[in-house]
């Protein structure tokens, strides 16, 4: 590792870049305009927020908080539990715990850092985490096993029996750190009554985890608060999710990032509410005025990511997508599955409804969101069984109506790469144009972004996508 | 008496299955140590562990899985495709790890392209990922599962009484292999790696009272052997499945005998007994879901650092060899903190990356065992 990279803390660094980001459009257009001639690194996708108005700004603002919260969380005398981003965050926000999501983490680290993170990626492998293992927590996590960030107090995972290669991450930093850690652990089925009890009692073994390492009961007040605002962001979710389907496509391909992430960082918070708020009044005004998200208020061709999206130096593929008139229909990682949601329609035992009446009703209800996360929902089972991601993406496609299906993930993804090849030709079957790429989301030096695009830009044509 | 271990270990259809089979029983296929074998074979059903043995290409394996997944599972789907496996009734697929689930799906579509690959019975046999009051109950239940889906396929019924027998078949043959063990951690063996790895390859391929039969005489000739193995570094293997006598002898044929393991295909199959009181499908799911942990069990790497440590002490090993096959991460990344722990108690370790399947890198395996044993000696 580079002296220079162990001169500061990781998350500090980030930190303060993302604070500064985030008051970048306080000032006038002018002044904006010429510091981002100093910020070569990330000004492509920091324009991509601010161009955006309110929604891109609260964003902004929403990840220069939540990196602020994991950096104070110990001077604050709060605890850190290092999770992952299918990880249901209300629970922990409820135990005033801070979450350390590493993936976003990851994210936010290789999207705005010249070198992305390959050198906490290296760190890990030096330290004996496998080089083949998914870059979406290793790009982070190698900072927090070489101690430049916050440290973690505990570890909760929600990915065994749904991701080994994420359960393995968790377990890896919990053994290397010697700290203590709870999983959660889910069948291969969802709907039947076993799975539902075992969900049930596996979350209720979190809850005395949680109370074990902070010492203190679950505060009910607390918790109410945090399932009203809970409940109302999956209102305004399911209402993005009814604009987003129209013709052409009111929402700007970079909601989707903000969408997802803000959920896996802030879930159950005020901010992240305010956020989803004015998400929908932007998009609103725009179906209202019936113009496209994209920038030039067009739409000419509809991409569905059937995983995840790309995120590499300066998240050059939401600036692909909005120059070539390309709206995002979404991805596997904002599938939420409240009951309300359009995607449940019909298939409502596969949904979740969130309860406030009783402790244990609440409880029970949160169990089910975690249950239904993404991925922790698709990819627990067979692809191709009810419920999982072929069905989950076939009736993506039907209410989205996609004119493509990309997939993209990290290289050290065996759960999707073991059966990638036999969904996507069943999706062909389907009559619908799908591209696998070879790359790492977070991981430049796998495939470049410039070599990704390429990729796309051909099947776009080949295709006759676009022409 | 070796070399029909050896036949049988390295030979798919070996005389017994094909006896058994020309008998007009069923075999069925299983992948992994969390399979109670004993359900099977309490249903007068042959279990046979699913290998990739004899693969000399991953055409059929590289069409349905993706790039980056261990070539453990790609080489069974590669002998399912080419129908080395028509010998089969049924089998059993786990979630071991997640390349291993995936040959679930890979199977059933490599069957719409190659007629015939798969069996009338196929079944996904769920594993919970750690052992709570809850999850023994849901792992019970899957067990019975089971039972009830052999018993209707198969047409048969199995008894309380058939299970009780077979788990007094199965935990003799543990006591048989840990029998085995103690020739083996002798200060001077009388059976190399190679040769005990052949045993416990049997274990799994033929029926278990005739593999009893056969090492209790292989056991009484080894008592009694004179021959001994002096001068070799003692090493132990620990890591990704191995199930190929060849590796061990490379390793072996460096000046090293291999005196102990961790492995699937080694101590953790046989070194846990199951409770012959009590309800026979409950004793069975306890003693599956707390065998020796895997790492696919999530949190268990202080247990199973204790037992690498009271294994190699007990052997009294020179050095540790940890490997993986590529892309399995589980093992890999573990071997990682296995090697800082275990050097810290000051027992020399080698980490080793390598694919499964035909030996094409015997020659670099060879490099670096020489290089280890030159640092241990
Ligand atoms: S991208 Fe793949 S390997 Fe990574 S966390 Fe998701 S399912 Fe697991
Ligand atoms: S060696 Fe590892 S990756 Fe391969 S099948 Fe076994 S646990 Fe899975």
């Known amino acids: 590792m580079r002296k220079e990279t162990k001169e500061y803390n990781f998350d500090w660094n980030m930190w303060t870049i993302l604070e500064n980001a985030s008051k970048t459009a306080d000032g006038f257009r002018k002044e904006y305009e010429t510091l981002l001639n100093y910020i070569p690194n990330y000004r492509n996708v920091l324009d991509a927020f601010v161009k955006h108005g309110e929604p891109g700004i609260l964003f902004l603002k929403i990840i220069a908080k939540y990196s602020n919260d994991c950096v104070r969380a110990h001077i604050e005398g709060r605890k850190t539990a290092g999770v992952t981003f299918c990880f249901a965050t209300p629970v922990l926000y409820a135990f005033n715990i801070q979450p350390v999501t590493l993936e976003p983490w990851s994210v936010l680290g290789t999207v705005v850092l010249k070198r992305g993170t390959s050198e906490f990626l290296d760190y890990c492998s030096e330290l004996g985490f496998t080089e083949t293992s998914c870059s979406s927590q290793r790009g982070s996590l190698g900072a927090y096993l070489c101690d430049l960030a916050t440290k973690l107090d505990f570890v909760v995972y929600d990915s065994p029996g749904i991701c080994d290669t994420n359960a393995n991450s968790f377990a890896f930093a919990a053994s290397y750190l010697d700290i203590p850690f709870y999983q959660l652990?889910?069948?291969?089925?969802?709907?039947?009554?076993?799975?539902?009890?075992?969900?049930?009692?596996?979350?209720?073994?979190?809850?005395?985890?949680?109370?074990?390492?902070?010492?203190?009961?679950?505060?009910?007040?607390?918790?109410?608060?945090?399932?009203?605002?809970?409940?109302?962001?999956?209102?305004?979710?399911?209402?993005?999710?009814?604009?987003?389907?129209?013709?052409?496509?009111?929402?700007?391909?970079?909601?989707?990032?903000?969408?997802?992430?803000?959920?896996?960082?802030?879930?159950?918070?005020?901010?992240?509410?305010?956020?989803?708020?004015?998400?929908?009044?932007?998009?609103?005004?725009?179906?209202?005025?019936?113009?496209?998200?994209?920038?030039?208020?067009?739409?000419?061709?509809?991409?569905?990511?059937?995983?995840?999206?790309?995120?590499?130096?300066?998240?050059?593929?939401?600036?692909?997508?909005?120059?070539?008139?390309?709206?995002?229909?979404?991805s596997i990682l904002f599938n939420f599955w409240q009951k309300d949601s359009l995607y449940a329609a019909g298939k409502e035992d596969e949904g979740y409804n969130l309860e406030d009446e009783s402790l244990?009703?609440?409880?029970?209800?949160?169990?089910?969101?975690?249950?239904?996360?993404?991925?922790?929902?698709?990819?627990?089972?067979?692809?191709?069984?009810?419920?999982?991601w072929l069905d989950d993406t076939l009736g993506a496609i039907n209410i989205m109506k996609p004119d493509f299906v990309v997939y993209m993930g990290t290289m050290g993804c065996r759960n999707t790469w073991g059966m990638v090849k036999p969904f996507v030709r069943d999706l062909e079957k389907h009559g619908i144009p799908t591209l696998y790429i070879y790359a790492d989301s977070f991981d430049d030096r796998v495939q470049s972004w410039e070599a990704v695009a390429d990729k796309l830009e051909e099947f776009l044509k080949i295709r006759k996508i676009i022409t | 008496m070796m070399n029909e271990w050896k036949e049988i270990a390295n030979t798919m259809g070996n005389t017994y299955l094909r006896k058994w089979k020309e008998s007009g029983r069923a075999a069925v296929g299983y992948p992994c140590t969390y399979?109670?074998?004993?359900?099977?074979?309490?249903?007068?059903?042959?279990?046979?562990?699913?290998?990739?043995?004899?693969?000399?290409?991953?055409?059929?394996?590289?069409?349905?899985?993706?790039?980056?997944?261990?070539?453990?599972?790609?080489?069974?789907?590669?002998?399912?495709?080419?129908?080395?496996?028509?010998?089969?009734?049924?089998?059993?697929?786990?979630?071991?790890?997640?390349?291993?689930?995936?040959?679930?799906?890979?199977?059933?579509?490599?069957?719409?392209?190659?007629?015939?690959?798969?069996?009338?019975?196929?079944?996904?046999?769920?594993?919970?990922h750690k052992v709570t009051d809850y999850s023994l109950m849901w792992f019970y239940e899957e067990t019975l599962k089971l039972k009830e889906k052999l018993e209707k396929h198969f047409g048969v019924t199995i008894t309380d009484k058939a299970l009780k027998g077979a788990i007094s078949v199965y935990n003799e043959s543990r006591k048989?292999?840990?029998?085995?063990?103690?020739?083996?951690?002798?200060?001077?063996?009388?059976?190399?790696?190679?040769?005990?790895?052949?045993?416990?390859?049997?274990?799994?391929?033929?029926?278990?009272?005739?593999?009893?039969?056969?090492?209790?005489?292989?056991?009484?000739?080894?008592?009694?052997?004179?021959?001994?193995?002096?001068?070799?570094?003692?090493?132990?293997?620990?890591?990704?499945?191995?199930?190929?006598?060849?590796?061990?002898?490379?390793?072996?044929?460096?000046?090293?005998?291999?005196?102990?393991?961790?492995?699937?295909?080694?101590?953790?199959?046989?070194?846990?007994?199951t409770e012959e009181e009590g309800d026979p499908l409950f004793a069975l799911a306890k003693r599956y879901l707390n065998h020796a942990y895997c790492p696919r069990m999530f949190g268990y790497y202080k247990p199973r650092l204790k037992n690498i440590m009271d294994r190699a002490k007990e052997a009294k090993v020179d050095g540790i060899i940890l490997q993986n096959i590529r892309f399995c991460d589980l093992h890999g990344s573990e071997n990682g903190i296995f090697e800082r722990d275990l050097e810290k108690e000051g027992i020399p370790c080698m980490r080793m990356e390598r694919e499964y399947g035909p030996l094409t890198e015997s020659g670099r395996v060879k490099m670096r065992i020489d290089a280890f044993l030159e640092r241990i000696s």
């Open chain 2, 176 to 273: 048989l292999l840990m029998q085995l063990d103690k020739l083996r951690v002798k200060d001077e063996p009388v059976i190399n790696g190679e040769d005990a790895l052949s045993i416990i390859l049997a274990s799994t391929a033929i029926p278990r009272d005739e593999f009893n039969k056969m090492l209790r005489k292989t056991l009484s000739q080894l008592e009694t052997k004179k021959e001994t193995i002096k001068g070799k570094k003692r090493l132990m293997l620990v890591g990704s499945i191995n199930d190929d006598p060849e590796f061990m002898k490379v390793i072996e044929d460096c000046g090293a005998v291999i005196v102990t393991d961790t492995m699937c295909f080694g101590s953790r199959s046989y070194s846990d007994l």
């Open chain 2, 35 to 128: 399979v109670p074998d004993e359900v099977i074979y309490a249903a007068d059903i042959l279990p046979y562990r699913l290998r990739g043995t004899g693969t000399t290409s991953s055409s059929i394996g590289d069409t349905y899985f993706g790039p980056v997944i261990c070539s453990f599972p790609k080489c069974v789907l590669q002998l399912a495709g080419e129908g080395r496996f028509n010998f089969l009734d049924g089998t059993i697929i786990v979630p071991g790890c997640d390349s291993m689930r995936r040959l679930d799906e890979c199977w059933r579509k490599a069957a719409d392209d190659y007629k015939g690959i798969l069996p009338g019975f196929f079944h996904y046999f769920g594993v919970p």
């Open chain 1, 360 to 388: 244990e009703a609440i409880i029970d209800s949160l169990a089910d969101q975690m249950s239904r996360m993404p991925m922790v929902k698709q990819i627990r089972g067979p692809y191709d069984a009810p419920g999982m």
């Open chain 1, 185 to 330: 652990n889910y069948p291969s089925t969802l709907t039947d009554e076993r799975a539902k009890e075992y969900h049930h009692a596996d979350f209720k073994g979190l809850i005395s985890f949680l109370e074990e390492q902070t010492g203190r009961k679950l505060d009910m007040e607390k918790l109410r608060e945090i399932m009203k605002e809970n409940k109302r962001q999956d209102e305004l979710t399911c209402e993005l999710l009814d604009l987003q389907r129209l013709k052409p496509s009111p929402m700007p391909p970079i909601y989707e990032l903000m969408l997802y992430g803000g959920r896996f960082m802030m879930n159950g918070t005020k901010e992240y509410t305010q956020l989803l708020e004015s998400m929908v009044a932007h998009t609103r005004k725009k179906a209202e005025a019936g113009k496209a998200g994209t920038t030039s208020g067009n739409e000419r061709a509809r991409g569905l990511f059937c995983y995840i999206d790309h995120y590499t130096t300066d998240g050059r593929l939401w600036d692909f997508l909005d120059k070539r008139d390309i709206s995002h229909m979404g």
